[in-house]
């Protein structure tokens, strides 16, 4: 019975979040020319093993299991690049795949159930939800993959942090500032934003007390329920903002290994 444009927020959030899939997939099958001078792609964060015959493959010693191993590359699928871009984007994956936000649009967007509010699914025959009871049973470790999530800020963090030593070389080399250093560092900003803004977050640090007053400890649980109540009020806008800024992060990364872009920077 509605009659206004309420298709333009599933189609358009369906295509955006679509796009960035196709361009992770693409990023991760290149297994190269993911880190330039001291930047590393955060598709490619942490580096768990350098494959050196790749052009733009991080140094070894910014490996934490050094050079890819040959008993890998024995059993690893012919048409896939030596590259371990899909095991790092599991963790982030998971923990948007269960996602408040991300369920209603992937509901809406790609199974149309229902496609909109005070809008009937397209069946004509009655459909039961079985909530996460059934495929999606997966659901339910959203809270258990949002500790997966802080792991990955920590990680990207740091790579936030070497990216303003020249060649990534926090004890010997010079300090600076690029521009990819500062893209680098809004990077784990906003995913923080994103995910520090999580309902389970948000139950974590103000949920099972019965009241915010008394001793410190829950006065200080209720300040910190109260600002991650803030984010949680905008956590769609940090879910895109984050999840953007991912895929632009790479790309700037790519785009400066690759010579497209001269990269800005005081060193």
């Not at 936000?101 to 809406?108: A, M, N």
């Not at 009871?133 to 740091?158: D, E, K, P, Q």
């Not at 300040?223 to 903002?241: D, I």
């Amino acid at each position: 019975m509605r009659r206004d444009r309420w298709w333009v927020e599933p189609l358009w959030t369906g295509l955006g979040f679509l796009s960035f899939v196709v361009y992770a997939n693409w990023a991760a099958f290149q297994g190269a020319s993911y880190w330039y001078g001291s930047y590393l792609s955060p598709l490619y964060s942490p580096v768990l093993f350098v494959d050196i015959s790749r052009v733009g493959a991080a140094p070894v010693g910014h490996a934490w299991f050094g050079v890819w191993p040959e008993w890998i590359s024995q059993i690893w699928p012919p048409f896939f690049p030596t590259s371990p871009a899909w095991l790092i984007l599991a963790g982030p994956l998971a923990f948007r795949l269960t996602c408040y936000y991300y369920r209603k649009f992937y509901y809406r967007s790609y199974f149309m159930s229902p496609p909109g509010c005070a809008v009937g699914a397209f069946s004509t025959k009655p459909v039961q939800f079985k909530g996460e009871t059934s495929l999606f049973i997966f659901h339910n470790l959203h809270r258990y993959t949002w500790y997966v999530a802080c792991g990955y800020i920590a990680i990207l963090s740091w790579d936030a942090f070497v990216s303003f030593w020249e060649s990534g070389d926090v004890l010997t080399g010079r300090f600076g500032v690029g521009v990819g250093s500062i893209v680098l560092l809004l990077n784990p900003i906003l995913l923080a934003a994103y995910t520090f803004g999580c309902h389970s977050c948000r139950h974590l640090v103000g949920g099972g007390i019965n009241r915010f007053s008394g001793s410190l400890v829950v006065r200080t649980r209720f300040n910190l329920w109260k600002r991650v109540t803030w984010l949680n009020q905008r956590h769609m806008l940090f879910a895109w903002l984050s999840m953007v800024w991912v895929g632009f992060a790479d790309f700037y990364v790519r785009a400066c290994s690759l010579g497209i872009i001269n990269d800005i920077n005081t060193w």
